[in-house]
């Protein structure tokens, strides 16, 4: 993990706020991309938050089904296991 020196006060809210070089270099849009905060040990850890498949847990290639997040390959096989099973 990177190290950039950079140390933020959090505010009476809660609130940090990540500089805009940081944002810049995750791609990361004001109004348009959420992220992710995990707690490992004492390390808070905020990630670019990718929709998940439901299934598998892969953030690629999704598409939404009833709210759900479902990836290609898990749809392709539900379809194979929905046809095989109407048979």
Do not use: H
């Not at 009476?12 to 995990?38: Q, S």
């Amino acid at each position: 993990m990177e190290s950039l020196g950079i140390v933020r006060k959090i505010d009476e809210t809660g609130r940090i706020v990540l500089p805009k070089d940081f944002r810049r270099r995750l791609a990361l849009e004001p109004n348009a991309d959420a992220v992710e905060l995990f707690a490992d040990g004492d390390q808070i850890i905020i990630r670019k938050y990718a929709a998940r498949c439901i299934f598998c847990g892969s953030s690629d290639d999704t598409i939404e089904f009833s709210g759900k997040r479902v990836c290609k390959d898990c749809s392709s096989r539900l379809s194979e296991v929905i046809r095989l099973q109407s048979k």
